[in-house]
């Protein structure tokens, strides 16, 4: 449990995934030199930028999406966040914060990432940063009943094929047709 074995999995998570396409494979090797010159890379602390841990939570028959409305950006969103100095590794990091934010406790994450991501934003820092999010498919078990935290402006299950207008479509359906939903 430490900054070492956020970032040794973070960076052993990115090694073994398998881009899809050349664009996927430049941010992965991006994101990997990145980890390499950044130490402390998965926490907060490093204020240039941060691997973040997100989910894409899928009911049990993949038809519905859990997607929170994010307060900073006001956008319908995966469900994730940052790594803490706590957590063990970079995928407990996405179940942890997929369970935070959803109130489902018995949540299963499927091995290996299933996509990347990068994006600027000003987060908990107040600062302009960058987030270089890895993305993991979780499932929910059937009838989950979900309870929103303090960390979403609201909480709610979507058919994958009729998200909200304000949802971030672009990496919301990218994200779907890769676990196979789309």
Do not use: K
Not at 112 to 131: A, D, F, K, Q, Y
Request: charged letters at 25%.
């Amino acid at each position: 449990m430490s900054a070492e074995s956020l970032h040794r999995t973070a960076r052993r998570a990115l090694v073994d995934w398998t881009a899809a396409d050349g664009h996927d494979d430049a941010l992965r090797h991006t994101m990997l030199a990145f980890l390499d010159s950044a130490p402390l890379g998965c926490l907060r602390e490093n204020v240039a930028g941060h691997i973040t841990a997100s989910s894409l939570v899928l009911d049990d028959g993949g038809c519905h999406v859990l997607l929170t409305l994010h307060p900073r950006i006001g956008r319908w969103v995966q469900l994730g966040g940052h790594c803490e100095p706590s957590d063990d590794d970079i995928t407990g990091a996405a179940l942890r914060e997929a369970v935070e934010e959803s109130g489902i406790p018995d949540l299963v994450i499927e091995p290996g990432l299933l996509s990347i991501h990068t994006h600027p934003i000003t987060c908990s820092l107040g600062v302009p940063t960058r987030h270089l999010d890895l993305r993991y498919l979780v499932r929910a078990p059937a009838n989950a009943h979900i309870v929103r935290s303090d960390e979403s402006v609201d909480l709610r299950w979507w058919p994958v094929d009729d998200l909200p207008d304000s949802a971030e479509r672009d990496t919301l359906d990218d994200m779907l047709r890769r676990a196979g939903s789309l």
